[in-house]
């Protein structure tokens, strides 16, 4: 058998709960951790040594920035398959003085699921075994499991009726755990709000394995759990979520258009007013990537309409006639081909090896007034001139307003515009200029500064960014302070969750005063 063969079984054996682990593992941590694994009925685990590895631990890794050799290595990857097994998970890592990294779609911007700070040694476990979503088309909810994707959700979904759907982000291969934990904006949220919004009931196993629901994890955890961040309360092990009513068909479009930069910045500049004001039903988002091509620039706008075409096109065309919609341009189809579509998928959502892979930095920033059509025009030229990137307009308004801001502690309700999504992307090929390019995106944030949100600058968990601060932990499990507090409060803590970053603290403690779960942007418990 060759070396690549040998390698896809292994890959197969672990994907499919059986064990691929240990075989070689060097030091009696290793070998310590093992028999825990193994006494608590974990059976799939890889260390170093063994072949599947490193394809286990790249698997989802969807920023390859943190495939990168000086970054550190857990001393096992390990793949539970039950609840219990999750559990025992935890017990052993912690046991093994080991931090604890849990990961379930890999597509934390900061890489926050698969490393730690300062080489603190770490085991991550991986939820893609964990990924059982079950719906119930009579009450119109779902169990989840964290570790299923949004597309694997989706679908299922999809199968169950044409009539349900389930409010999240656009990118099939994200997983539960992290977006739930983070918020979770989609095309249907200013219809439904965030996929946080719609959590009914959560499964949670808490620093000593202690397995909490609603009721028994108390309002604070509860309320924290649904938008404050991943990684700092325990292992959201399942998600009871909310289905919502959708039509049979519904309407979708991507419009594309090119020309000056004057051109294009008035059609951003007018976007500002529509976007945000539309009827609930509308989602219309803008696409802009950077650079230019003899001497224009490109944008797409991106949309869904619950309804038919006619209605679509009426209010389209009324509401927005600088972009000059066209019949042609809209399509109907059902809610679930819809996601595919917005995918970037014309089939196969639920596979959750598809992602696409990059080296990459974002941040991102929310927008309260319009933005005066002089200054787009200086924006759009700014972009032009970058680096491989975009950035991405995500319209707010409807029901994401009528939320109250302190209702879960994702703040960015009524009074916010809009969200900006900032990337920039490079390839192998680029590394040397990596630094080049995440100094120009710095310098585009910098630049942006007069137009956005103030005091605090705003930005969304979801689109983590470690120029915020980062908590520097040296020790597995933390060691917090108020010191730690006051300088997580006054950096990302506001920018992520402003005023409601003290009761996250406050949940934090009551959940996990020992600091267990944490990274380098996680909530700081008081005591320690
Ligand atoms: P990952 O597994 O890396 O986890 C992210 C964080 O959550 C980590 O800190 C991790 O420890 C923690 N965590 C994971 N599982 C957990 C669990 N079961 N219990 C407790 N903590 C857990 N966002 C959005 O709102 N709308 C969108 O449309 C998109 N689109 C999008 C596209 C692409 C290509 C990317 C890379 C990202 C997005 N995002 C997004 C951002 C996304 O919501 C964010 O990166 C999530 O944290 C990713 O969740 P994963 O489970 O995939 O990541």
């Known amino acids: 058998m060759s070396s690549i063969a040998a390698l896809l079984v292994c890959l197969f054996l672990s994907l499919h709960q059986r064990t691929c682990s240990g075989a070689g593992a060097d030091g009696a941590a290793a070998h310590n951790l093992s028999s825990c694994l193994v006494s608590h009925g974990v059976t799939n685990f890889s260390f170093p040594t063994s072949p599947s590895y490193a394809i286990l631990l790249n698997s989802s890794i969807s920023n390859l920035r943190f495939t990168l050799p000086g970054v550190g290595k857990p001393t096992a990857v390990v793949l539970p398959a039950s609840r219990d097994g999750l559990r025992g998970a935890v017990l052993c890592a912690r046991g093994g003085s080991l931090a604890v990294r849990v990961r379930s779609g ?97 499964v949670l196993i808490d620093p000593n394995g202690k397995i909490l629901s609603r009721s028994t994890m108390g309002d604070d955890v509860f309320w924290a759990i649904r938008g404050g961040g991943g990684g700092s309360w325990g292992v959201v092990y399942a998600w009871k979520l909310r289905l919502v009513p959708v039509p049979r068909n519904i309407t979708v479009f991507t419009v594309g258009r090119t020309g000056p930069v004057e051109l294009v910045a008035g059609l951003i500049y007018k976007w500002q007013f529509v976007g945000p004001n539309l009827p609930d039903d509308f989602y219309l988002s803008v696409y802009l990537p950077t650079g230019s091509s003899d001497g224009n620039v490109s944008v797409s706008l991106e949309g ?96 994401m307003a009528r939320i109250g801001s302190n209702e879960t502690p994702f703040p960015y309700r009524a009074g916010n515009l809009y969200s900006i999504q900032y990337g920039v992307y490079w390839d192998q090929s680029d590394l040397d200029r990596a630094g080049e390019y995440i100094g120009w995106l710095r310098s585009l944030h910098m630049y942006m500064t007069p137009h956005v949100s103030k005091d605090p600058r705003a930005a969304y968990v979801n689109y983590l960014d470690l120029d915020l601060g980062t908590n520097n932990w040296t020790s597995p499990a933390g060691r917090s302070s108020e010191g730690a507090v006051k300088r997580a409060r006054s950096s990302w803590g506001a920018a992520y969750f402003g005023s409601n970053f003290d009761r996250l603290v406050k949940a934090k403690t009551l959940v996990d005063p020992g600091n267990v779960f944490n990274n380098a942007q996680s909530i700081p418990p008081l005591h320690y």
Request: with cysteine; aromatic share 10%; hydrophobic share 40%.
């Open 106 to 202: 890999g597509h934390s911007y900061e890489g926050l699921s698969y490393t730690t700070e300062n080489h603190v040694p770490f085991v991550v476990i991986d939820l893609m075994n964990l990924n059982r979503v079950r719906v119930d088309p009579g009450s119109a909810t779902a169990w989840a499991e964290s570790g299923a994707t949004l597309g694997e959700l989706y679908y299922t979904v999809g199968r169950s009726s044409r009539s349900l759907a389930f409010s999240a982000g656009s990118c099939s291969t994200v997983g539960l755990g992290g977006i739930i934990s983070g918020g979770g904006f989609g095309l249907l949220s200013r219809k439904f709000a965030l996929a946080a919004d719609n959590v009914l009931d959560a």
């Open 304 to 399: 869904q309409v619950l309804g038919p075409k006619h209605l679509a096109l009426s209010v389209l065309t009324q509401s927005f006639p600088e972009l000059g919609f066209m019949e042609s341009d809209l399509t109907e189809i059902s809610w679930v081909e819809s996601t595919a579509k917005f995918a970037g998928l014309s089939k196969h959502l639920p596979n959750r090896w598809l992602g696409f892979k990059q080296y990459s930095k974002s941040k991102s920033d929310y927008v309260q007034t319009p933005i005066s059509r002089r200054d787009m025009v200086n924006i759009v030229r700014y972009l032009s001139v970058g680096p491989q990137g975009s950035i991405i307009l995500d319209p707010y308004g409807g029901a």
